[in-house]
């Protein structure tokens, strides 16, 4: 009996321990961590010297409120942040996770509209589909309607826009003009809200579990900064997922040379080795709201010196390794893969994604787009037979969270061309036994 609790009362075998790419449960069974965990570890299990560097806070501090001291873990991880920020994003606020990065950000948002004089301003804009955490006012702005249903009369609805899926809309996501019909959604709403009542808009730069991995067309996320400054309204990057080099650059943005008013970071920033996020902001952001009597707004473990300390030294390993280079080149390995499984199961209706941020969406006709059957729940079939191969990969379903399913393949940062060809062989039989297993269920 378990005393635990989490999403559901599917039980798992117990971790024993993990290094690398790999984990082992307590009977030595082993498994290739082929999605990091939720996206997360992104230099691997173990690493010698994140561990030592937390060993060495741990002999100074482990906790040091932020009211009663500064701390060198603190300054050190603001200043390595700010620098792979754009160019005036020099302002950090340490957090414990993605959800409580986003709310920092939509708070410090507001914050700073009341302090320059702009109290109408509050609605914050985001995308359908769409996922930017747990909490209730994370939740305002995700577009997922299984987890955001129960609880909308606890929640103050947030205006939305449709997420720029072109393979679904039957546009080529490689023509500018395709960029510019999903980018004029957002000026629309704008509109249609009332300039002087929008906050910001909050996107990922590549789409995460949501939407599997979408990569915006040509020119949309351009416009989107450029619409968002026309009408005063603030650009929240949510790179939760996109940062610390999944996608092949250290953060999603500079695929497109954006300069965002805020940044949100979590998961592989910490690469799983303690629970931190943080919020960046432009300076002059900041300075407003400081100078109107400050952040309404804290966590007990904001700036907590030893979590700090091992962001820093995974930001360390993530330059001394050339994470951000391998998960470029390792990423487009990936994709071959990914597509040779294409061309092998028809199942398979599109491949996308960036870097090591990569992900496969299963269709019942990949010419009409058609969407398996939901009843079949055919993205945890195939996650369990993974499993049950010893391969472990992330899931969730494309169109609201009620149909589609999609299947994440984001391996550590460290992988190799070794580990990408058991990825794949492992995938393909896994495959192969969900087409069989989805024929039977549906004679039966």
Not at 72 to 93: H, I, Q, Y
Not at 158 to 182: C, V
Not at 216 to 241: K, T, W
Not at 401 to 406: A, R
Request: proline share 5%; with cysteine; charged share 20%.
């Amino acid at each position: 009996m378990s005393h635990l609790f989490y999403q559901t009362g599917q039980r798992r075998p117990v971790l024993d321990q993990a290094r690398g790419v790999y984990m082992w449960d307590m009977d030595g069974k082993r498994y290739l961590d082929g999605s990091s965990g939720a996206m997360v570890c992104n230099i691997g299990h173990s690493n010698p010297r994140v561990l030592e560097a937390m060993r060495r806070q741990m002999e100074k501090s482990t906790f040091g409120y932020r009211l009663h001291f500064e701390t060198e873990a603190s300054e050190a991880l603001a200043a390595r942040t700010a620098a792979l920020c754009p160019e005036g994003m020099n302002k950090v606020f340490f957090v414990s996770g993605g959800s409580e990065a986003v709310e920092s950000a939509m708070k410090f948002a507001r914050q700073h509209a009341l302090a320059i004089g702009e109290g109408t301003r509050w609605k914050v804009i985001s995308r359908r589909p769409s996922y930017h955490g747990c909490t209730l006012g994370a939740l305002a702005v995700t577009g997922y309607a299984p987890l955001t249903v129960p609880f909308a009369p606890m929640m103050r609805a947030m205006p939305m826009i449709p997420a720029p899926r072109a393979y679904l809309d039957g546009l080529d996501p490689a023509d500018p003009a395709t960029g510019a019909h999903y980018a004029a959604m957002l000026e629309d709403e704008i509109i249609a809200q009332g300039p002087e009542t929008v906050l910001a808009f909050i996107v990922e730069p590549v789409g995460g579990a949501s939407t599997g991995a979408l990569v915006p067309p040509a020119g949309y996320m351009a416009q989107v900064q450029e619409i968002c400054r026309r009408y005063g309204v603030l650009l929240i990057l949510d790179e939760v997922m996109t940062g610390a080099g999944r996608t092949g650059r250290f953060l999603g943005l500079e695929h497109w040379d954006l300069a965002p008013d805020i940044v949100v970071l979590s998961k592989g920033f910490a690469a799983g080795y303690v629970p931190l996020g943080a919020m960046a902001a432009r300076d002059d952001l900041v300075q407003a709201m400081l100078g109107s009597g400050g952040f309404l707004h804290g966590f007990t473990y904001a700036g907590n010196p030893l979590a700090c300390a091992a962001g820093s030294a995974v930001i360390d390993e993530i330059a001394r390794l050339g994470l951000v280079r391998n998960a470029e080149v390792m990423g487009a390995a990936l994709r071959q893969r990914l597509e040779g499984l294409a061309v092998r199961h028809p199942i398979i209706g599109d491949v996308r994604g960036k870097g090591l941020l990569m992900a496969f969406e299963l269709m019942a006709d990949r010419e009409t787009k058609a969407p398996l059957p939901g009843s079949l729940n055919a993205h945890q079939r195939l996650v369990n037979i993974a499993y049950e191969m010893g391969l472990i990969i992330y899931s969730r379903r494309t169109r609201d969270g009620v149909e589609g399913d999609h299947i994440m393949v984001c391996p550590p940062l460290i992988v190799s061309e070794a580990h990408l060809d058991e990825i794949t062989e492992t995938l393909d039989a896994a495959l192969t036994r969900l087409v069989d297993d989805l024929a039977l269920a549906e004679l039966a």
